[in-house]
C-alpha cells in the first residue's frame, strides 16, 4: 500500500530528525561548569584533542570561583599547579600582574573561563539538567539524558558537580553527612563533644535558647543532636559569598527581605544583650575579604553569621525543586541576616552604619539581580570507592604513590548544627579546624574513580571518595582544580589505552601531569 509506505517514510523521517536533533556524541563529556569541571574539559582537549562538551545546568560558568568566592583559599600557594596556577596567572593578566592573583572580582573570573575556552573547540551548554544515564551490560555509562530530552553520549564522563549528580544515575556507591569516629578511626568524625578543641565560631557567653513556652528559638534545632562520636546525615552549613562593595558608584541598595519577621532573629537579640557591645565591629559578624576595585568577599565570622546553619540537610538527596527552595531560602537567611545588622535596635550603632555602607556590586552578576549565581555548597556527595581518603591521610600518612596534586589546607568543615546545651546555653557543633604549618600532602587518583567493579568510564573531581573529615583539606577551589585538570589527561589517556579509567597507566599519567 503506497500510502502507508508514505506514511512509514515520514514517520522514519520525523524519529530520525528527532534523534538527530537530540543526540550527541563526544569523546569526554563533563557535566558541572565549575571550575574544576572547565579545567577538565580545557585539559581533555588541549592534551589529547578530543572532542570535548561541558553541560552546566545553570547559566553561568566557573562554579564559586566566578560565584563569589573571589579570596581563594590558598593555603601554600607553592603547591598549586598545572592548568589550576594557569587560571591564577590568567587573572594575574587582567590585574597587570606578573604574578599569579589569588583576590580577584566574581565577572573577571567568569570571563577568564570564557576567554580560555574560547581559545578551544569546547562545547559549553547551558541550561541542561541530567535526569538520566544509560549503562551497558559492563556497567559502564553510554549516556546521559538531560530533563529537555537530549541524550549525550561519550566514552568517558567527567562528574565535576558539587553535588555528584552522575554518581546516583551511573550506580556509584556514594554518601553524605558525617561518619562516626569508628568507621575510619577517626577521632575528629561523627557529632562532636562539647566543648572541643580544634572549632570555632562559638557562643562565648551563655544564652537562654528556649522560648517563654519552652520550645526553642528560631535557627536552634530541638531535634535529635547525636549521639558524641556516632556519624549522622548532617551536612555543614552553605552560605552565599556576596559581594559587597562600599563605592558609592558603583553600589546597588541589597534588596528588603520579604516578610522579614523579627522574632526569627531573638537569638541574635539575645547574643548581643550579653557581649560588649562597645567592642563591636562588623567584622565580628563576618569575614570582610577584601578584593579589587573596592569590593568585597564575604563569607561566615562567629556564632552567627552568614552560615544557614542545619538548612543544608535536605540538600544532597533532594529533588530539583527541593534545592531550588534551598537556594532562596538560603538568599532570604543573609537579606534578613543583613536587614538585622543594619536596623535592629539591639546592634550598635557603629555596626549599624558599617552595614548600611555596603551594597550589592552593581556589575557583578548582571544576569542574577546583582546576588551569586551559585549557593556555596561545601558539601554533598561523597563517593565511596575502593579508596578513601580520611583523617589519616592529612594527618599520618601525607605521600601517595598514585600522587595526581598536592594539597595544602588544613581539615576544614564549617558547622552541621545549632543545639541547645543544657537549659541555658546553645551550641554551634561540627566546626572542625586542625592545622598543618607548612606541611603539603597528595591526592591520590584512586580518589577520583568509582570502584573496580562499578562504572568503568566515569571520573570524579569533586564529590571525590573521602569520609567527611578526609573531605575537609579537599573540598578547596585550587585543590578542585588541580583534580580536574587530572580528570581531563586521565579520560584522555582512557580513551587512548581503551581501557576502563581505574586501570590506565598511572606512571604515564603523572609524567604527563608533571609535563604540563
Request: net charge negative; glycine share 10%; aromatic share 10%.
Amino acid at each position: 500500500n503506497k500510502g502507508i509506505m508514505k506514511s512509514c517514510v515520514i514517520i522514519s523521517l520525523l524519529i530520525y530528525t528527532i534523534i538527530s536533533v537530540h543526540g550527541y556524541q563526544y569523546d569526554v563529556i563533563v557535566y558541572g561548569g565549575t571550575a574544576a569541571g572547565v579545567i577538565s574539559a580545557i585539559a581533555a582537549w588541549i592534551e589529547g584533542g578530543v572532542s570535548v562538551a561541558i553541560i552546566e545546568p545553570g547559566e553561568n560558568i566557573g562554579g564559586m570561583v566566578s560565584g563569589g568566592l573571589g579570596h581563594t583559599d590558598v593555603g601554600d600557594a607553592s603547591v598549586i599547579g598545572g592548568y589550576a596556577l594557569s587560571f591564577f596567572e590568567k587573572v594575574g593578566q587582567v590585574y597587570n600582574s606578573p604574578h599569579p592573583v589569588f583576590n580577584f572580582e566574581p565577572h573577571v573570573a567568569e570571563d577568564v573561563f570564557k576567554k580560555w575556552l574560547a581559545e578551544t573547540n569546547v562545547t559549553v551548554i547551558y541550561g541542561e539538567r541530567v535526569m538520566s544515564a544509560v549503562l551497558g551490560p559492563d556497567g559502564r555509562a553510554e549516556s546521559i539524558t538531560t530533563f529537555s530530552g537530549d541524550i549525550f553520549k561519550a566514552s568517558v564522563f567527567i562528574d565535576a558537580s558539587y553535588e555528584g549528580d552522575l554518581l546516583p544515575l551511573m550506580n556509584v556507591t556514594y554518601t553524605w553527612g558525617r561518619e562516626g569516629q569508628k568507621i575510619y578511626n577517626e577521632s575528629a568524625a561523627g557529632r562532636l563533644q562539647e566543648p572541643y578543641s580544634f572549632g570555632g565560631h562559638q557562643f562565648k557567653n551563655a544564652i537562654n535558647p528556649f522560648d517563654s513556652d519552652g520550645q526553642v528559638l528560631p535557627l536552634v534545632y530541638g531535634g535529635d543532636p547525636g549521639t558524641v562520636g556516632e556519624g549522622d546525615q548532617k551536612v555543614q552549613a552553605y552560605n552565599y559569598r556576596v559581594c559587597l562593595t562600599n563605592k558609592d558608584s558603583n553600589k546597588t541598595p541589597i534588596p528588603l527581605p520579604s516578610d522579614y519577621v523579627p522574632s526569627r532573629w531573638e537569638l541574635f537579640r539575645r547574643y548581643m544583650s550579653v557581649v560588649n557591645t562597645s567592642l563591636l565591629d562588623l567584622s565580628d559578624f563576618m569575614v570582610i575579604s577584601p578584593l579589587p576595585n573596592q569590593k568585597t568577599d564575604i563569607n561566615n565570622n562567629g556564632p552567627i553569621s552568614t552560615d544557614f546553619i542545619g538548612a543544608s540537610w535536605d540538600y544532597v538527596e533532594g529533588n530539583w525543586s527541593t534545592k531550588l527552595d534551598l537556594w532562596e531560602s538560603h538568599k532570604q537567611y543573609m537579606l534578613e541576616f543583613f536587614y538585622f545588622l543594619g536596623n535592629d535596635e539591639s546592634v550598635p550603632v557603629s555596626v549599624r552604619n558599617q552595614m548600611n555602607s555596603y551594597g550589592l556590586a552593581s556589575d557583578e552578576f548582571t544576569n542574577t539581580g546583582n546576588w551569586p549565581h551559585q549557593l556555596y555548597v561545601r558539601e554533598a556527595r561523597r563517593m565511596v570507592s575502593d579508596f578513601v581518603m580520611t583523617q589519616k591521610d592529612r594527618e599520618q600518612q601525607p605521600t601517595k604513590v598514585d600522587s595526581i596534586g598536592l594539597g595544602s589546607y588544613n581539615i576544614d568543615s564549617h558547622h552541621a548544627q545549632r543545639i541547645p546545651s543544657g537549659s541555658k546555653a546553645v551550641l554551634n557543633e561540627g566546626d572542625v579546624e586542625i592545622h598543618f604549618p607548612g606541611v603539603a600532602f597528595q591526592m591520590p587518583y584512586r580518589a577520583i574513580v568509582p570502584s573496580l567493579s562499578e562504572c568503568g568510564n566515569l571520573l570524579v573531581p569533586v564529590c571525590v571518595s573521602a569520609s567527611h573529615i578526609g573531605y575537609g583539606p579537599i573540598r578547596l577551589e585550587p585543590q578542585f582544580m588541580i583534580l580536574g585538570h587530572s580528570a581531563g589527561v586521565a579520560a584522555v589517556q582512557a580513551i587512548m589505552e581503551k581501557v576502563d579509567v581505574q586501570i590506565i597507566d598511572i606512571i604515564t599519567l603523572q609524567q604527563r601531569l608533571v609535563a604540563t
